[in-house]
């Protein structure tokens, strides 16, 4: 889930034989870190196509070539940021049978991940919302699928459906306006306060 545009190699200018999707690839992975770090450098209103394209190393040509525009390029960096979020949680979680058990490992690895990643921990939570209410959406999306998780540990644990399926969707929304609220104090949202979030793990 790494923003930071210096974590990705950026490729040497002038020929070098690579297949064009691979430069492509990559200078769309640069343009998402940038725009993570852009809206933290001063928020998604002041962010400029110029501003972003020059921060990940690339033209605005290029960056028009990714992006129909600035708000393209953040939902896009949002869908792709959260992915990356996902990845590495069923990564971590692969080798965990125990629900309960998953549910602490996946709350402690999101911690850690978010806590590593300050721009991008903005963007998920309070940069996207800047988008309108189709930044709201996403975000709503993504919270679901949160959600989805907690349900399918509860029921799991619990050998019976959840009561309240609403209960998971709160806790999801709970802990990503806890992250949120952190991130505005810059501040970390810890494991223990989001598995407090969670009364039945």
């Given at each position: ?59 605005t040509a ?29 990564r971590a ?38 988008v309108g ?69």
């Amino acid at each position: 889930m790494e923003s930071d545009t210096d974590g990705i190699r950026r490729l040497p200018p002038g020929p070098h034989g690579l297949p064009p999707e691979v430069v492509e690839r990559n200078q769309r992975e640069r343009l998402i870190a940038a725009m993570a770090e852009e809206c933290a450098a001063g928020g998604y209103a002041a962010t400029s196509v110029t501003g972003i394209a020059r921060r990940a190393g690339v033209s605005t040509a290029s960056f028009y070539r990714q992006f129909k525009d600035r708000r393209g390029c953040m939902l896009a960096s949002f869908e792709e940021l959260f992915g990356r979020l996902l990845e590495g949680l069923e990564r971590a979680c692969a080798g965990e049978d125990d629900p309960r058990k998953k549910a602490e490992v996946g709350i402690r690895t999101a911690a850690a991940l978010l806590a590593a990643d300050s721009p991008t921990t903005r963007l998920l939570t309070l940069e996207i919302l800047a988008v309108g209410n189709q930044g709201a959406r996403l975000q709503h999306g993504a919270i679901d699928r949160l959600a989805s998780a907690l349900r399918e540990v509860r029921e799991a644990a619990d050998d019976s459906p959840s009561l309240f399926p609403t209960t998971e969707w709160a806790a999801a929304a709970a802990m990503v306006s806890l992250v949120a609220k952190r991130v505005a104090e810059d501040r970390s949202a810890d494991a223990a306060e989001l598995e407090s979030i969670c009364p039945w793990l």
